[in-house]
């Protein structure tokens, strides 16, 4: 089945630094990578997603790159603030159950004032 | 705006009881989801249903049911609770016509002792 691994587990960045997780998954027939926001005591949020036809998706400052062939996919934000801190999720779609997922253990990150 | 919802956001419970955890969402989805949340293990799928009466096991089903009688209503049941079932549960749901995004509820902290 598919398995879906995150680096770094904790980040710490400066406010207005860059920060970058990476996942890796195992199927290769997965076709959808989502990305979840979880803030301290609150529920996990859609942040961006990309389909597998797409190698380069942004939204502000959250941009998401997917490398079909490497199998592997990443979240970049720019600029980050304070707001940012939070834990997130990667996910892949499960090819053979539509829209279930596999998620990532997940990345505590940390933006330091 | 969709709103996903669950009966309790903290459960403490007693070695060997039933319990019930229900979840509701009010915005027609076909798709529900019950999720364990562990720190370091991310999101692991328990059960998930794409129709009313309908149910599909996840990864970790063992020692857990579901029920769907309604199509709003998604019912996850632990027959005799174990302390290692202490967790976070998060409760989903999503439509296939609309896209795979997936609504969490708030989630319900479960302690058994």
């Known amino acids: 089945g598919e398995n879906v691994e995150q680096h770094p587990s904790t980040l710490s960045v400066q406010e207005g630094d860059s920060a970058v997780i990476k996942c890796t998954y195992s199927d290769s027939a997965s076709n959808y990578f989502p990305w979840y926001k979880q803030e301290l005591g609150k529920r996990p949020q859609l942040i961006i997603d990309i389909r597998s036809n797409v190698g380069e998706k942004k939204d502000q400052r959250i941009a998401v790159t997917l490398n079909k062939t490497a199998k592997h996919f990443s979240l970049h934000i720019t600029e980050t603030q304070p707001e940012d801190s939070a834990v997130y999720f990667c996910a892949a779609s499960i090819s053979s159950q539509g829209q279930n997922f596999v998620f990532g253990p997940g990345t505590r990150l940390s933006v330091l004032p | 705006d969709v709103k996903v919802t669950q009966s309790s956001r903290y459960l403490v419970k007693r070695t060997g009881e039933k319990v019930f955890l229900e979840c509701v969402q009010d915005?027609?989805?076909?798709?529900m989801f019950w999720y364990r949340q562990d720190p370091g293990l991310g999101l692991r799928l328990i059960y998930f249903?794409?129709?009313?009466?309908?149910?599909e096991k996840g990864d970790i089903p063992e020692g857990y049911s579901v029920s769907r009688e309604k199509k709003e209503r998604f019912s996850l049941i632990l027959e005799s609770a174990s302390t290692n079932q202490t967790s976070m549960y998060l409760c989903a749901s999503s439509s296939t016509s609309i896209s795979y995004e997936q609504y969490f509820g708030p989630g319900t902290r479960l302690t058994v002792t």
């Open positions: 915005m027609d989805h076909e798709n």
């Open positions: 249903s794409y129709d009313v009466k309908m149910k």
